[in-house]
């Protein structure tokens, strides 16, 4: 038994060699055999392709990207003021030369965010400049109005005067998760528009030192200089989040990008639109993160929260029935677990 089990198994060897070397340098000699020519035809079929495309992909964000691009802009920015007032002085230019007469520009991306030309960007892409123009993917151009700027969350609102204008929809950043699939729209290093994809890495990134505020998205979306102002949208093509920051040793990307999420960008455009100016709740307090062995000193009840060690005299906490050793929780309803979300909850307060 042992010695016929042997040889079945050499003369499968052999046979499954044999045909894969004729598989290999004689493929026509197998699609010729007679057992091929008898299978049924829906076997050897396929179904036909739409007209105008050589395949359907199995994944693929074509349908966010068509839906979100056309709302994205490149903001091309220029400072020609004087920017020596003593440049025109004889005397001056003896003395110290010729003054640098080159004016400062720049380039970023916005986002329309209503049919009626209201353009969301990012504070440093129009910070000092005179001369701001927003170009539409559709070649379309129009000098923008700074409506409002709020240095405080990196973000400006600007108004341009065009018919027909596409706006994208506002997302849910706060439905976010991590692993979420996201794309980052804009112009970078001024190429043209571009469209990089990613997952949210993290959320609630603060502690950065990039803003006063930090509440941030992050993506490993590629994002570059001239992504700034940009949009970060879901799935669906909704705009969750407004590009403003890389961490990069380079000035590439590096893979850790940094978004505003759009119920940030959402209150101070509302601000900005209605005031020209962002008003923010405030508390007067001394705050410190309650870490496990603060609370373990103190033998307080939670672990999780914000310790007031100071308060202001007569301010909004003390009127309130504030003390030093209070530990806040809550805000609104809203869980605070750090300081960064105790400010960014008071600040979307409005006083």
Not at 20 to 30: D, N, Y
Not at 208 to 230: K, R, V, Y
Not at 287 to 297: C, F, K, N, Y
Request: hydrophobic share 40%; charged share 15%; glycine share 12%.
């Amino acid at each position: 038994m042992r010695k016929t089990w042997l040889l079945f198994s050499q003369a499968v060897t052999v046979a499954v060699a044999i045909l894969f070397v004729v598989a290999t340098f004689k493929p026509q000699w197998i699609q010729e055999m007679p057992w091929r020519q008898t299978l049924p035809d829906a076997t050897l079929s396929t179904a036909p392709l739409p007209a105008g495309r050589a395949s359907q992909p199995v994944l693929g964000f074509s349908d966010a990207a068509r839906q979100a691009a056309p709302t994205v802009v490149s903001v091309i920015t220029a400072n020609t003021q004087q920017r020596n007032a003593r440049g025109r002085d004889p005397w001056f230019r003896y003395f110290f030369g010729e003054p640098n007469e080159q004016p400062q520009s720049g380039i970023g991306s916005g986002v329309i965010v209503s049919p009626e030309g209201y353009v969301l960007t990012n504070n440093h892409v129009v910070d000092r400049m005179n001369e701001i123009e927003v170009m539409l993917s559709d070649g379309r151009r129009a000098r923008a109005k700074v409506i409002g700027t709020d240095p405080e969350t990196d973000l400006a609102v600007l108004k341009i005067d065009l018919e027909r204008l596409p706006a994208i929809t506002l997302g849910n950043s706060e439905a976010l998760q991590v692993g979420d699939a996201v794309l980052a729209i804009g112009n970078p290093f001024g190429v043209g528009q571009t469209v990089t994809s990613g997952i949210v890495s993290a959320l609630g990134r603060n502690q950065l030192g990039i803003n006063t505020f930090e509440n941030f998205i992050q993506t490993d979306a590629a994002i570059n200089p001239g992504n700034s102002g940009g949009a970060l949208v879901d799935a669906n093509g909704h705009l969750i989040g407004i590009n403003t920051a890389i961490y990069s040793r380079s000035g590439g990307n590096m893979g850790i990008g940094f978004a505003i999420p759009v119920s940030t960008a959402r209150q101070v455009m509302d601000s900005l639109i209605r005031e020209g100016r962002v008003t923010r709740g405030w508390i007067g307090v001394e705050p410190r993160d309650l870490t496990p062995e603060i609370a373990e000193t103190f033998n307080l009840q939670t672990r999780e929260g914000v310790l007031i060690t100071g308060v202001l005299r007569d301010g909004p906490a003390a009127q309130g029935g504030l003390k030093p050793g209070d530990v806040v929780t809550e805000v609104g309803g809203a869980k605070v677990g750090n300081t960064a979300q105790l400010l960014n909850a008071v600040a979307a307060l409005k006083p």
